[in-house]
Nanobody, 124 residues
Framework: QVQLVESGGGLVQAGGSLRLSCAGS????????MGWFRQAPGKDREFVAS????????YYADSVKGRFTISRDNAKNTVSLQMNSLKPEDTAVYYCAGDVRGSATAGVSAYDYWGQGTQVTVSS
């Protein structure tokens, strides 16, 4: 069992930056692929970025490519999302998720563990 807790959300102006963190509990955290997803009001949850267990491979949604960077520190059981050049359309609740099969896929259903989410609001 893994518990995930996100932090770092907040209110920022367009063009600004935020860094989200996700702290995981449990000895098996380092074996999981991890992903970040987001959900805006009235919309489906969507993929943002993912990273394999070793950190060797990362994947991004086209909408955030070049602006967001996902990373992880297995020694600290954390995964982070650095968000730069934020836009109002990035406003959403951001969730981290763990994939026990390690695929780091973009599919919501592939992830087994989810955090409670952290709100990111980007003002224009």
């Amino acid at each position: 069992q893994v518990q995930l807790v996100e932090s770092g959300g907040g209110l920022v102006q367009a063009g600004g930056s935020l860094r989200l963190s996700c702290a995981g509990s449990g000895r098996t955290f380092s074996r999981y692929a991890m992903g970040w997803f987001r959900q805006a009001p009235g919309k489906d949850r969507e993929f943002v970025a993912s990273i394999t267990w070793s950190g060797a491979l990362t994947y991004y949604a086209d909408s955030v490519k070049g602006r967001f960077t996902i990373s992880r520190d297995n020694a600290k059981n954390t995964v982070s999302l650095q968000m730069n050049s934020l836009k109002p359309e990035d406003t959403a609740v951001y969730y981290c998720a763990g994939d026990v099969r390690g695929s780091a896929t973009a599919g919501v259903s592939a992830y087994d563990y989810w955090g409670q989410g952290t709100q990111v609001t980007v003002s224009s």
